[in-house]
């Protein structure tokens, strides 16, 4: 069964900081760009940050400097290392992979909430 499993979310103070994981089946991880999205309360899905297999990185400007995404390829694992938290930080924090051949998939989701 191909999924993907994210961990790490909770309730944190600004300025905190939080890592959160993606677990993924070896068949998903093997063959796709990774990638970590968010969705905020009343507000679209937003892409926050991607890594390809061989480490190439992309990321939205508010969050450069503060996150970091990374995967680990023994673990068949993604993470992203959140520093700095604000408040506009909240929302339910999602695993995405594409596959190069076509297929994507989604995690359930993790919740992040900063307090202010």
């Known amino acids: 069964q191909e999924l993907l499993v994210e961990s790490g979310g909770g309730l944190v103070q600004a300025g905190g900081s939080l890592r959160l994981s993606c677990a993924a089946s070896?068949?998903?991880?093997?063959?796709?760009?990774m990638s970590w999205y968010r969705q905020a309360p009343g507000k679209q899905r937003e892409l926050v940050a991607s890594?390809?297999?061989?480490?190439?990185?992309a990321s939205e400007d508010s969050v450069k400097g503060r996150f970091t995404i990374s995967r680990d390829n023994m673990l068949n694992t993604m993470y992203l290392q959140m520093t700095s938290l604000k408040p506009e930080d909240t929302g339910v924090y999602y695993c995405?992979?594409?596959?190069?051949?076509?297929?994507?998939?989604w995690g359930k989701g993790t919740l992040v909430t900063v307090s202010s």
């Open positions: 890594i390809t297999l061989t480490g190439r990185i």
């Open positions: 070896k068949s998903i991880y093997s063959s796709s760009v």
């Open positions: 995405y992979a594409k596959k190069f051949a076509g297929a994507d998939y």
